[in-house]
């Protein structure tokens, strides 16, 4: 019995423990034999995995295709960096902070705290509106979100320091930081999922007038799951900022939105085991049609390259590939299973159920 | 002695029912100045041939439609424009023509949702939840994904799911439509058994005349929106109106 109750809960937390075990082993990996490239190709992995997830949160349980979340992690971003940059650069350089975020001096994960819950609350306000609206509507309102957000942004010189870009933020730690702070959006995602509101979203998910006949509020539970994903999503944001030491809105922008949405679709937006799979398969892909840009030396010493702008056109067809052949991304929706030695035997499934009834 | 005068009073209020109702779609009706009330604990045939109005008079129930004229009250309380998710929270389950399932979730999830919307903890409704299914016989079907049931099962499936969370009334869109002869009969000693097991009322369209008969306490006939007959089974049988409406209803099919 005993066992069994041991069995059921490793069922039950299977899932992200056996997703950080594995990104622990590859990190530490990394870590001990890695380049420094290596290294830093990885650590952005590891952020990108939070952002994914903070896109999942949302997308993944309510079925609603939010693309405006980069705003998120823009907002994120910028409050981390403003929070623990140096006071002297601040006062020469965004005279238009008030007074004690100029002077603040914030340790680096702290601020991460901060950023995540100033996401929240830009979520929270946005969202209230959002959730609102149908399904098609409610995507182009978070996409316009984006825009908004990136204009402000990338012109109110005296915060953001506008198209210059903010320099001198400092650096949250090694590869380990980033990777801590990924574990816990995963263990984040996977309890929100787990949860009861969790559990009532995806019904609404499948089926919205079914949901509202089973007496499940649809509105708020796409509220919640949209203001936990832009806390997330504003985790995200920070950490990177953190990794690329320098800022401007473009960051959290375009580019950044197609390929978050990519490693999404294409690891299947239905299951968190589908954001690190697509993540990884994803930035590995990219990764090696970036180095085709760059290209490689031929024996005779020419260049061999990609027309420039090549990796993006070249990542949405491997996009509409992996859609033609897998319609629900490389997971199809399912988690990473438990290994079969674990694995309750099915007899005592329905011998558990029958003492519990 | 004062008390059972009260308690009386408010049983005589206890009910789903609905006044004079007309829905109109685009000027047409579809329900034209019709009557229904369904109290604690008793079974009402709603039967009608098809496009008769049966399924927007359950729209009209569970706040899914909102009626052109006429009341809806829940036990005493106006309940015109209350929203679907109100009126469940009310009291009210409903089964969809359709199936209409958590197509992705799986089997025990379906039925444990709607125990978590109407408040029970996750331990709780999975418990509730395990016993529904095993009434309504789908026991060894917990892990299985809902969508890929067959068609019959996923009607009981919508049924339990509408049981799991404890409602007063529930209101069933011909759950045995597809069924074989022994399913069938199966599923209505299922239905036979909610007044006494679950408590609650039952509201049953269902196209076997003598499935409906046998059933139900009374019955009430729709024809083109309105009511023809209402009453006994019994009485309802002679009627010359009811059954020229109906069995045209048969051929019809
Ligand atoms: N949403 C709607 N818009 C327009 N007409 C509708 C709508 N719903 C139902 N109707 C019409 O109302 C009538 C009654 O339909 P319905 O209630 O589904 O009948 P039943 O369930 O008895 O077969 C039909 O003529 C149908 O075409
Ligand atoms: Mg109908």
Redesign the interface.
Same mark, same amino acid.
């Given at each position: 019995m005993q066992n069994d109750k041991l069995k059921s809960l490793l069922e039950t937390v299977w899932t992200p423990f056996g997703l950080i075990a594995g990104l622990a082993v590859v990190t530490l990996f990394v870590q001990l034999m890695g380049t420094g490239t290596v290294q830093s190709f990885w650590t952005e992995i590891l952020i990108r995995i939070i952002l994914v997830t903070g896109f999942y949160i949302f997308i993944g349980n309510s079925g609603v295709f939010a693309f405006g979340h980069a705003a998120f992690a823009c907002v994120g971003g910028y409050v981390a960096a403003w929070l623990s940059m140096d006071a002297m650069f601040k006062q020469i350089m965004l005279t238009g902070l008030p007074g004690w975020v100029q002077s603040a001096h914030v340790a680096p994960w702290l601020s991460v705290f901060a950023a995540m819950a100033a996401a929240a609350v830009a979520a929270l306000v946005v969202g209230a509106v959002i959730v609102r609206l149908s399904d098609i509507a409610a995507s182009i309102a978070t996409f316009a979100f984006l825009l908004v957000v990136n204009r402000i942004y990338s012109n109110w010189d005296s915060v953001t320091g506008g198209a210059a870009p903010l320099t001198n933020i400092p650096s949250l730690g090694g590869i380990w930081a980033s990777f801590v702070f990924m574990a816990g959006a995963l263990v984040i995602a996977w309890l929100f999922q787990q949860?009861?509101f969790g559990? !009532?979203l995806? #019904?609404s998910? =499948? =089926?919205e /007038?079914? #949901? !509202?006949?089973?007496?499940?509020? /649809?509105y708020r539970m796409r509220l919640v799951a949209f203001v936990l994903s832009g806390a997330v999503m504003g985790c995200g944001g920070a950490v990177y900022s953190f990794f690329l030491g320098i800022l401007t809105a473009d960051v959290f922008y375009m580019s950044l939105t197609f390929l978050l949405l990519v490693m999404l679709v294409v690891g299947g937006a239905?299951s968190l085991t589908g954001v690190v799979v697509g993540v990884v398969a994803v930035s590995c892909v990219s990764e090696v049609l970036r180095l085709g840009e760059e290209g490689v030396a031929l024996p005779n010493g020419d260049m061999l390259a990609l027309p420039l702008g090549m990796q993006q056109i070249l990542l949405g067809i491997f996009m509409v590939f992996v859609l033609i052949n897998r319609a629900d991304g490389i997971t199809r929706?399912s988690e990473l299973p438990l290994p079969k030695a674990f694995r309750k035997p099915q007899s005592i499934?329905?011998g558990e159920?029958k003492t519990?009834? | 002695m004062a008390e059972p005068l009260a308690e009386t009073a408010t049983r005589a209020r206890e009910a789903l029912e609905i006044k004079h109702v007309s829905v109109l779609f685009d000027g047409l009706a579809a329900i034209s100045d019709v009557s229904l009330r369904l109290a604690p604990r008793e079974i009402v045939g709603l039967v009608g041939p098809n496009g008769a109005g049966k399924t927007t008079l359950v729209n009209v129930l569970t706040g899914f439609q909102k009626p052109t004229k006429g009341t809806l009250h829940l036990d005493g309380a106006d309940a015109r424009g209350w929203s679907p998710a109100r009126v469940r929270g009310a009291g009210v389950a409903r089964t969809f023509q359709a199936g209409r399932l958590f197509k992705k979730l799986d089997v025990l999830e379906n039925a444990q949702v709607a125990g978590i919307a109407s408040g029970l903890s996750k331990a709780g409704a999975r418990r509730r939840a395990q016993d529904v299914l095993e009434q309504v016989g789908l026991a060894d079907a917990h892990d299985k994904i809902a969508g890929s049931l067959p068609y019959t099962d996923q009607r009981r499936l919508d049924i339990a799911r509408a049981l799991c969370s404890a409602p007063k009334y529930i209101l069933l869109d011909e759950p045995a439509a597809g069924m074989s002869d022994s399913e069938c009969e199966e599923l209505m000693g299922i239905i036979r058994s909610l007044p006494a097991v679950h408590g609650c009322a039952v509201l049953l369209i269902e196209h076997n005349m003598h499935v409906v008969m046998s059933l139900s306490d009374r019955l009430h006939v729709l024809d083109g929106g309105r009511t023809i007959i209402e009453g006994l089974p019994e009485e309802v049988q002679k009627h010359e109106a009811f059954l020229s409406a109906y069995l045209g209803a048969e051929v019809a099919e």
């Open positions: 949860s009861r559990l !009532m995806r #019904a998910r =499948d =089926d /007038v079914a #949901a !509202m006949a089973t007496g499940i509020s /649809v239905e929706g499934v329905s159920r519990a009834s | -």
